[in-house]
């Protein structure tokens, strides 16, 4: 966040919910993935197309825009502009209060009055599955306030790791029509269910943006791989749970920490029969360049959240692939999962901050220069969409596999988190290389060839599936898509022709109104 704002379980039958969720309902399956896909329970291909929607992660702690427009209406608006998930960020302190928003952030809501914050996220949760809309839930920082948590990490000391995990788990109880009481009591229920028959909420971002900060040295930020304490080239696959800094509420390792809350996430799924949810880990901000180390570097760097570096690792830093387990401790580990982890990265162009391959050079196809985005975006987090996930073993050919107890992932599925542009028109294309119309038209470009490829968009490699939610929905955001008070568009060519050309499934914008102000250009 700019700091502006057929297929069934592999491990699990049909059963009906035991505590919680509904007398009487069978939970069918869930979602899960296969190679780049991301399948519904009935094993058809979903492909999130989504916007993001935020406010709850803020001090208001609630979504933005209800002071002007029923939430109603901006789902209504979101179906209506072709986008089928809504990623909506909140913050652990606004889950653990539930306080009471003010109602003035709320008057254009008639549903809200009186509630508060998770009824409120309750209540959007359920109307958006009404109408066939689906939810990313993103952990977006601690404490509520804008863009990511300023130490980096996923906790604080006033919201440390224990805090974070119990959040999730309470989540996932949420999600599945089980009343929480931290903070308050709930009297919404979340439908479990979508008006399509599949699971309304699609899965859990654990957290939002990892990274190192601006004077802080790597290993005392967000790491991948590090392992906390545990040499990951003698043991590059261990026990997430037993690492001594667990105990002590002090680890970086931000691979290992989402295994740990993955699992745990996992685990309570299937003590209760549900369906096991997707588990969505975003990358980092740094990661050590060959030949550099953890503690001195050099480092590669991109957008926060943005570095999967560390899955591959490199000839000087062990990959480190994560691996999902059903439950664990730091003595066992539950079953082996291996269908339900996607990938996220996050990605920005250079109104955001002048990254070092935006420049005179910066073209489109893969090795047209040293600034190529399509070879920056394989870099950092498109060799997961590739099948390249083959990581380097310092000493050995590439990772043990063996040691995960099932077989590797060397695929997964890619999801773009976060990208977005202004509403001018140079900031959706422009024939200045370097610029943030380049880059957006690109990128654009980027995601279409991996559902059909084209002389236009073709960058030379053959990405596949590549799933986005769009920074964001919000009017008072600079990238916002919706127009003034939250209705109708700030720009109508960035919806109808840039986004509507990478919406799929029937709730997409059918041609000619997709294209009605123009076809997207052609990337350079």
């Not at 998930?85 to 952030?105: G, K, L, Q």
């Amino acid at each position: 966040m700019p700091a502006w704002h057929g297929r069934v379980l592999g491990m699990a039958v049909l059963a009906a919910l035991g505590a919680g969720g509904g007398a009487g309902i069978v939970e069918a399956g869930g979602w899960s993935t296969s190679g780049t896909l991301i399948l519904d329970p009935a094993g058809g291909e979903f492909d999130v197309t989504g916007v993001n929607w935020y406010g709850f992660e803020t001090r208001d702690k609630v979504a933005h825009g209800l002071y002007t427009k029923d939430y109603k209406f901006i789902l209504d608006e979101v179906k209506q502009y072709g986008f089928n998930t809504v990623r909506i960020p909140f913050s652990s302190e606004m889950w653990e209060t539930d306080p009471a928003p003010r109602a003035s952030s709320m008057s254009a809501c008639p549903d809200c009055k009186g509630k508060r914050s998770r009824d409120v996220l309750a209540l959007i949760v359920n109307y958006a599955g009404s109408i066939g809309l689906h939810v990313v839930l993103d952990n977006h920082r601690s404490g509520a306030g804008n863009s990511a948590e300023g130490n980096g990490l996923w906790y604080t000391s006033a919201y440390p790791e224990a805090s974070w995990i119990r959040d999730w788990i309470s989540a996932q109880e949420w999600a599945h029509g089980v009343r929480q009481t931290l903070g308050a009591t709930d009297t919404v229920t979340v439908n479990y269910y979508a008006s399509d028959g599949w699971p309304v909420v699609l899965g859990y971002d654990l957290r939002n943006e990892p990274h190192t900060p601006a004077r802080t040295a790597y290993l005392d930020g967000a790491t991948w791989g590090s392992g906390d304490g545990i040499d990951p080239a003698a043991n590059p696959n261990p026990n997430p749970f037993a690492p001594a800094c667990v105990a002590a509420g002090a680890c970086h390792d931000w691979r290992l920490a989402a295994e740990r809350a993955g699992d745990r996430l996992l685990g309570e799924a299937a003590a209760h029969a549900w369906d096991l949810p997707l588990i969505i880990v975003e990358g980092i901000g740094l990661y050590p360049a060959p030949g550099g180390t953890p503690a001195s570097g050099p480092y590669d760097g991109t957008w926060w959240g943005g570095a999967l570096l560390g899955v591959n690792g490199n000839s000087t830093n062990p990959g480190a692939p994560v691996v999902l387990n059903a439950g664990g401790s730091s003595s066992l580990l539950g079953a082996p999962v291996n269908d339900r982890l996607v990938y996220s990265a996050h990605d920005y162009g250079p109104d955001l901050y002048q990254q070092p391959w935006f420049n005179a050079s910066t073209c489109y196809v893969t090795g047209c220069s040293a600034s190529s985005l399509a070879d920056v975006w394989k870099k950092f987090w498109a060799h997961i969409n590739l099948g390249q996930v083959n990581p380097v073993w310092p000493g050995h050919a590439s990772y043990p596999w063996a040691n995960t107890g099932h077989g590797g992932y060397t695929v997964a599925p890619l999801y773009v988190g976060e990208f977005g542009t202004g509403n001018a028109a140079a900031d959706l294309t422009s024939g200045t290389r370097g610029s943030q119309g380049q880059w957006f038209t690109d990128i654009i470009n980027f995601v279409q060839s991996s559902f059909s490829r084209t002389a236009g968009n073709d960058s030379g490699l053959a990405v596949s599936h590549l799933h986005f939610t769009y920074w964001s929905l919000n009017t008072e955001d600079a990238y916002a898509v919706l127009g003034s008070s939250y209705a109708g568009l700030a720009n109508s060519a960035k919806e109808y022709t840039y986004l509507c050309s990478v919406e799929w499934g029937p709730l997409a914008v059918p041609p000619p109104q997709c294209g009605s102000t123009g076809s997207l250009p052609p990337a350079f």
